[in-house]
């Protein structure tokens, strides 16, 4: 059983920065970021994939947040700069054994393995 542990949500005002963490038991192909406000769907934010580390984001995110994987390949970083008040969310990680060649690679139902969530409130 693969376990996916974050940490680093927090609160901040506009404008700020956060930098969360995913900490998984083992290598896993792909790991993504997936959040969920309050009274709305969970929506993927940004995916790294493959052993080049491909990324892919959600276009709601893109020049704002970047997602890595670190040397020890188990460990998912997703700096978030540049935060808004929409960014206000539970934070997921999620974490795929392979992913289709194509189509939205941010689609929840391809990612098998989730953690338990990490509260991140960005005021204005």
């Known amino acids: 059983q693969v376990s996916l542990v974050e940490s680093g949500g927090g609160s901040v005002q506009a404008g700020g920065t956060l930098r969360l963490s995913c900490v998984a038991s083992?290598?896993?192909?792909?790991v993504a970021w997936f959040r969920q406000a309050s009274g709305k769907e969970r929506e993927g934010v940004a995916t790294i994939f493959s052993r080049y580390n491909v990324t892919r984001y959600a276009a709601s995110v893109k020049d704002r947040f970047t997602i890595s994987r670190a040397d020890d390949k188990n460990t998912v970083t997703l700096q978030m700069n540049s935060l808004k008040p929409e960014d206000t969310a539970m934070y997921f990680c999620a974490a795929a054994n392979s992913l289709p060649s194509g189509g939205n690679l941010l689609a929840a139902y391809l990612y098998t393995y989730w953690g338990q969530g990490t509260q991140v409130t960005v005021s204005s």
């Open positions: 083992q290598y896993m192909y792909s």
